[in-house]
T-cell receptor, first 111, second 113 residues
Framework: DADVTQTPRNRITKTGKRIMLECSQT?????MYWYRQDPGLGLRLIYY???????NKGEISDGYSVSRQAQAKFSLSLESAIPNQTALYFC??????????FGPGTRLLVL | DAKTTQPPSMDCAEGRAANLPCNHS???????VYWYRQIHSQGPQYIIH???NNETNEMASLIITEDRKSSTLILPHATLRDTAVYYC??????????????FGKGTRLSVIA
């Protein structure tokens, strides 16, 4: 079984809809992250959490919110999806050594 | 975090060593050099990291210059499966800093048969 899982793997939604992307990990890590990737670009950090009571904004948090329901779960929400949020979304986890382990990604299309 | 500079793309013949350079001229004394790669649209994969000594693992070797202003990732015998985007990242060690990794655009390595 994968250490970091993301659901759904693919999602098509319409402008204005609220959607949630979920991430779960079995590595026992405290730190979790959400990134987005646009075609031809590197990853950009949306939000990160160093433990269940710690949530921090990343480089591009506008239009997104997160919830750290437990050590193993970190969800990303788009309150009102817009077309320029069409992207590939990655969840990652890390322990104290800061080596990050990434999930397989969620491909989101906003029409 | 210090900024890194990498060439946008490189080619390498299959079976040959792939040498990927990275400049990090403003690196601080407590910042590590990390390398990740991303194959097609999969999640990035950790390769190796180091502070000032050269490092080697089962995937690659990392050579850091004595002044730490640049480094080279070496894949000793590149295969077609090594075709990917390679990211060089510098950051403080986790215990002494709370900032996460910052990914740039990386180097797109194409291994050619």
């Amino acid at each position: 079984d994968a250490d970091v899982t993301q659901t759904p793997r693919n999602r098509i939604t319409k402008t204005g809809k609220r959607i949630m992307l979920e991430c779960s990990q079995t590595k026992g890590h405290d730190r979790m992250y959400w990134y987005r990737q646009d075609p031809g670009l590197g990853l950009r950090l949306i939000y990160y959490s160093f433990d269940v009571k710690d949530i921090n904004k990343g480089e591009i948090s506008d239009g997104y919110s997160v919830s750290r329901q437990a050590q193993a779960k970190f969800s990303l929400s788009l309150e009102s999806a817009i077309p320029n949020q069409t992207a590939l979304y990655f969840c990652a986890t890390s322990g104290l050594r800061e080596t990050q382990y990434f999930g397989p990604g969620t491909r989101l299309l906003v029409l | 975090d210090a900024k890194t500079t990498q060439p946008p793309s490189m080619d390498c013949a299959e079976g040959r060593a792939a040498n990927l350079p990275c400049n990090h001229s403003t690196i601080s004394g407590n910042e590590y050099v990390y390398w990740y790669r991303q194959i097609h649209s999969q999640g990035p994969q950790y390769i190796i990291h180091g502070l000032k000594n050269n490092e080697t693992n089962e995937m690659a070797s990392l050579i850091i210059t004595e002044d730490r202003k640049s480094s080279t990732l070496i894949l000793p015998h590149a295969t077609l499966r090594d075709t990917a985007v390679y990211y060089c990242i510098v950051r403080v060690a986790a215990r002494s800093g709370n900032t996460p990794l910052v990914f740039g655009k990386g180097t797109r390595l194409s291994v050619i048969a």
